[in-house]
């Protein structure tokens, strides 16, 4: 099971940093993501983070945001700055066992996936 949290109403510049909780499955051991849907559009690939740890980014975020784990807590980040209108969405968690390096971005490799979290940028 995967909680997330963190979102809320900022301004265009701000930062934001959304934690993933898991419960019943380890980071350790399984490839932790986060993908995004703005209102009228589908769901899109934001950032993901395999468990060795190596990372895949869309374009739209890479430089902006940062994908991270805690083994420790079995918690999941995704620091967001820079901040622009047009990443407001409702943010979704996934997690995937069985994910390979190569392949982050396919919501169809997560067997695991969060509530939303509301991003709102204003301008």
């Known amino acids: 099971q995967l909680q997330a949290s963190g979102g809320g109403l900022v301004q265009a510049g701000d930062s934001l940093r959304l934690s993933c909780a898991a419960s019943g499955l380890t980071f350790r051991t399984a490839a932790v993501a986060w993908f995004r849907q703005a209102p009228g559009k589908d769901r899109e690939f934001v950032a993901g983070m395999h468990r060795s740890g190596g990372t895949t980014y869309s374009s739209s975020v890479k430089g902006r945001f940062t994908v991270s784990r805690d083994s420790a807590k079995n918690t999941g980040y995704l620091q967001m700055n820079s901040l622009r209108p047009e990443d407001t969405a409702a943010y979704y968690c996934?997690?995937?066992?069985?994910?390979?390096?190569?392949?982050?971005?396919?919501?169809?490799?997560?067997?695991?996936w969060g509530q939303g979290t509301l991003v709102t940028v204003s301008s």
């Open positions: 996934a997690a995937g066992p069985s994910v390979i390096l190569s392949n982050l971005a396919p919501q169809s490799a997560y067997a695991y």
